[in-house]
């Protein structure tokens, strides 16, 4: 689904289709060339980043599997508190492994601060990160963030796999909400 399918429920388009795309090819001819004779362990973080994952992983030519976890954080309102609980752990052993984390967005980072906290006690080969956006925010916290698609201004947005009430997932392109979305 485009934004001009439903273009009532959205205020500002920030990225299209085709930027989204072209900058995911871009990213994975970094990565391939950073991994070049290694085999990537892609670890996904669901379900943000199911779209990023599929596109980004047949963009690149580097020997790679993958495997999924699911957080959630702690606490009410819409700050993430920094206290993350596995809902669903990899299928993998990563001992040794080189992992590459995928995700959606960085807004504090308190999320992914954890998640390579935890996976680092598994003893990796080592741990880089992959986020297809990343809020100014995120750079106060001490995450070590090597590939980044796009820094977004401080605002909520969907699509690409981003969600509001676990809608707006299948929308292509990247957009903020028109308000009477979220007062219905
Ligand atoms: P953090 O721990 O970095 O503050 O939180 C990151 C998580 O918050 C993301 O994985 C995502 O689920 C959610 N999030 C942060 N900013 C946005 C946004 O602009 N749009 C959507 N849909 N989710 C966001
Ligand atoms: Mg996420
Ligand atoms: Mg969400």
């Known amino acids: 689904m485009r934004v001009s399918d439903i273009p009532g429920d959205f205020d ?28 990537i ?7 943000g980043a199911v779209m ?6 047949r963009a690149m030519t580097s020997h790679m599997s993958m495997d999924w976890m ?9 700050k ?14 990563i001992d040794g492994r080189d992992i590459l984390i995928v995700e959606d967005i960085i807004d ?7 998640l390579v906290q935890n996976l680092r006690s598994r003893n990796p080969n080592s ?28 605002e909520f947005v969907v699509g690409y796999g981003l969600d509001y009430a676990d ?5 292509t392109d990247v957009a903020t909400l028109a308000p009477h979305v979220y007062q219905s």
């Open 127 to 154: 741990i880089e990160i992959m986020a297809m956006f990343r809020k100014p925010e995120a750079v106060t916290c001490p995450l070590d963030v090597k590939y980044v698609g796009f820094d977004i201004p401080n």
């Open 12 to 39: 500002h388009v920030l990225y299209t289709e085709e930027q989204v795309a072209s900058r995911i090819r871009e990213v994975a001819s970094q990565i391939d060339a950073d991994y070049a004779g290694r085999e």
């Open 70 to 78: 699911a957080v959630s954080s702690y606490g009410a309102g819409t």
């Open 52 to 57: 990023t994952m599929a596109d980004l992983c």
């Open 80 to 93: 993430s508190s920094g206290v993350v609980r596995i809902l669903k752990d990899l299928t993998k052993d």
């Open 167 to 171: 809608r707006y997932r299948n929308l």
């Open 41 to 47: 362990l892609m670890v996904g973080v669901l379900n």
């Open 108 to 114: 504090t980072g308190l999320t992914l601060s954890y």
